[in-house]
């Protein structure tokens, strides 16, 4: 049977080492790495990330059309991370201008998101996968000053929600600590 797990957490709380520790009971894993390289600090963010996952793993570098893409891999698990980023891409891909912007586009671009991850986590149920999703909390801050900043602060919240309410269990992970809060 499947299951689908998420882990939360700030910016370096810890939140991908707690869910790669998740699945270090096997190797038959596919990481879905939803990152694109757009400057040398997420180059040197990417390679971090690589020198520090299990090297069995196979890795998919994609962030859209994800539930298509899985149907070829035979791997039991899947790690996807990260949900943030995959959220970011499909934004900007969208578009561009954030600054004259409806709030009924708002709601269709929200809407564009979460149909994808829908799609995505049901064909992972159809396929009996076990998934562990990686995403941040970014509600807790500040009102973010400019307008992208608050539009993306809303969508992820509402993705969040979303990708945690299709999710067997939800861990929030702060300095490191996994606390379950659902399942």
Same mark, same amino acid.
């Given at each position: 049977?499947?299951? @689908?797990?998420?882990?939360?957490?700030?910016?370096?709380?810890? *939140?991908?080492?707690?869910?790669?520790?998740?699945?270090?009971?096997? !190797?038959?894993?596919?990481?879905?790495?939803?990152?694109?390289?757009?400057?040398?600090?997420? *180059?040197?963010?990417?390679? %971090?990330?690589?020198?520090?996952?299990? %090297? *069995?793993?196979?890795?998919?570098?994609?962030? *859209?059309?994800?539930?298509?893409?899985?149907?070829?891999?035979?791997?039991?698990?899947?790690?996807? !991370?990260?949900?943030?980023?995959?959220?970011?891409?499909?934004?900007?891909?969208?578009?561009?201008?954030? !600054?004259?912007?409806?709030?009924?586009?708002? !709601?269709?671009?929200?809407?564009?998101?979460?149909?994808?991850?829908?799609?995505?986590?049901? %064909?992972?149920?159809?396929?009996?996968?076990?998934?562990?999703?990686?995403?941040?909390?970014?509600?807790?801050?500040?009102?973010?000053?400019? %307008?992208?900043?608050?539009?993306?602060?809303?969508?992820?919240?509402?993705?969040?929600?979303?990708?945690?309410?299709?999710?067997?269990?939800?861990?929030?992970?702060?300095?490191?600590?996994? @606390?379950?809060?659902?399942?």
């Amino acid at each position: 049977m499947s299951k @689908l797990t998420l882990v939360t957490g700030g910016c370096r709380s810890g *939140k991908s080492k707690y869910g790669e520790n998740l699945l270090k009971h096997t !190797d038959d894993v596919l990481y879905i790495a939803t990152a694109i390289v757009t400057d040398d600090e997420m *180059k040197h963010r990417i390679e %971090k990330h690589k020198e520090s996952r299990n %090297k *069995k793993w196979q890795t998919l570098e994609s962030y *859209k059309d994800l539930y298509k893409k899985i149907e070829r891999f035979t791997e039991r698990y899947i790690f996807l !991370d990260c949900v943030t980023i995959m959220t970011t891409n499909l934004m900007f891909e969208i578009t561009t201008n954030y !600054d004259n912007i409806s709030d009924d586009e708002i !709601d269709k671009i929200c809407d564009s998101i979460k149909n994808e991850f829908t799609l995505f986590l049901e %064909k992972c149920k159809e396929l009996d996968k076990e998934v562990v999703l990686i995403t941040n909390e970014v509600g807790w801050g500040l009102v973010p000053e400019n %307008k992208l900043s608050r539009i993306f602060r809303d969508i992820q919240g509402f993705i969040n929600q979303h990708v945690a309410n299709i999710c067997n269990e939800v861990y929030l992970v702060c300095c490191g600590q996994g @606390l379950k809060i659902k399942g």
